[in-house]
């Protein structure tokens, strides 16, 4: 990582979120998802360099952000479990979410899917999820789980330590004719 402090790196990210909050007009219940790459973070390779460490703090931010208003948080895990999530029993039932047996690990699933299981009340792994939003960092591609119609949001940063940021939203599909009205 840069010269720049975990407590700087914790108040940039939870700007991010933040700042991707107030254009995706989420609601209480909505989900948020997670894509995250701690080895990107610290200025690794994605896959190679995991932080347990950097994963306890990006859930715990993100956490501090979503849980007051009532937003779900989902954890995309990575490649070597198929991208599966970490959500709370209660969103997985709620949502119809198909729960399946694994437990992520450092190096198969990542470290913030280790956080989310250890910070969540009830963690499950599922997988597929249709989220409202999410956040990306480190390029692990959450738009499989993010609802059509997928819309790019600039986040106020778009690094997070050595990690590059992308976020999206979801709107409404517009459909109809010429005479169709749009809100």
């Known amino acids: 990582m840069s010269q720049i402090t975990e407590n700087e790196l914790k108040e940039q990210l939870a700007a991010m979120v933040e700042s991707i909050l107030s254009v995706a007009n989420l609601k209480e219940e909505d989900i948020f998802v997670l894509g995250c790459s701690t080895s990107e973070i610290i200025g690794g390779v994605i896959g190679k360099n995991s932080s347990a460490e ?15 208003l009532k937003i ?3 954890v995309q895990g990575c490649e070597h479990l198929n991208r599966a999530l970490v959500v709370e029993r209660s969103v997985a039932k709620a949502n119809h979410f198909e729960i399946v047996s694994v437990k992520p690990a450092l190096h198969a699933g990542g470290a913030c899917s280790v ?6 009340n009830d963690p499950v792994e599922v997988e597929h999820i249709v989220a409202q939003a999410g956040i990306d960092i480190g390029d692990t591609s959450i738009g499989m789980h993010v609802k059509h119609v997928q819309v790019p949001v600039r986040p106020v940063s ?18 109809g004719g010429p005479r169709a009205v749009y809100e």
């Open 72 to 74: 779900h948080l989902a």
């Open 115 to 120: 956080a989310a299981f250890d910070q969540f």
């Open 158 to 175: 778009n690094t997070l330590g050595a990690a590059h940021v992308t976020a999206l939203r979801s709107r409404p599909k517009y459909i």
């Open 54 to 68: 950097v994963g306890q703090w990006v859930i715990q931010t993100l956490k501090d952000v979503l849980d007051p």
